[in-house]
């Protein structure tokens, strides 16, 4: 399988840990995307990578949480100290470079519990 | 800032009857409109797209969609559902140059359930 891969699928952790999901996104995909999506709702954007430069950041995201992408291949998102408004799916897409059609495609999502 | 709205937040349908979502979007300037479709348990999948030319697009599965320049909106259609359209369905928007090149803006979803 080909497409876009995140890992893990599900956690579940305790108030005050912290949690780190990754995601491969597609191997010619030099472009990353992080969105966190809650129940009811689309997805939200939260950061953006070019290769290995973070080019956008959602200004609704805390400083608790940070995103790398070290190598311009796989990413990972980190929260430190998670919060119970915290639990939601964190899916991360990515798209080909630019000239093509700017479409993302979707990994499988990281279903985030906070207890 | 760009906003997506989708007009119905759950449609319950019966097979063969015809199924039309709206999606408006705030945006004055070029943008690229998607449709993407959430099966039960599955992720996210591309239904369909328009970046230019022929404001009515084909996607996969029959599904349709018409851009209107004038009225912003990217309407979603398909003559004749089956039971198996029964998903979630996301507008989303790309909007292009400013300090929003390469995020989308999603709408909040319409739940579609296709009754047999």
Redesign the interface.
């Known amino acids: 399988d080909t497409g876009v891969s995140q890992d893990p699928r599900h956690k579940i952790t305790k108030r005050g840990q912290n949690v780190t999901f990754r995601c491969d996104p597609i191997s010619e995909h030099n472009r990353l995307y992080w969105y966190r999506q809650t129940l009811g709702q689309g997805p939200e954007f939260l950061t953006y990578f070019q290769n290995e430069a973070q080019l956008e950041k959602s200004r609704l995201l805390s400083d608790r949480f940070s995103a790398e992408r070290p190598k311009g291949s796989f990413s990972t998102l980190e929260i430190q100290r998670t919060e119970q408004g915290d639990s939601a799916m964190y899916l991360c897409a990515s798209s080909p470079p630019p000239g093509g059609t700017y479409e993302q495609y979707f990994g499988p999502g990281t279903r985030l519990t906070v207890t | 800032a760009q906003s997506?709205s989708q007009h119905n937040?759950h449609v319950i349908l019966s097979e063969a009857a015809s199924l039309e979502l709206g999606c408006n979007y705030s945006y004055g300037g070029t943008v690229?409109l998607?449709w993407?479709v959430q099966y039960p348990g599955?992720?996210?999948?591309?239904l369909l797209?328009y970046?230019s030319g022929d404001p009515l697009v084909k996607g996969i599965k029959g599904f349709e969609a018409e851009f209107i320049k004038s009225k912003f909106s990217f309407n979603l259609r398909k003559p004749s559902v089956q039971w198996s359209d029964t998903a979630e369905y996301?507008c989303?928007v790309?909007a292009l140059g400013g300090?929003s090149w390469?995020?989308?803006?999603?709408?909040?979803?319409t739940q579609v359930v296709v009754t047999p």
């Open positions: 997506v937040h690229n998607f993407y599955q992720h996210l999948q591309l797209k970046f996301f989303a790309n300090d390469g995020k989308f803006q999603f709408g909040a979803g």
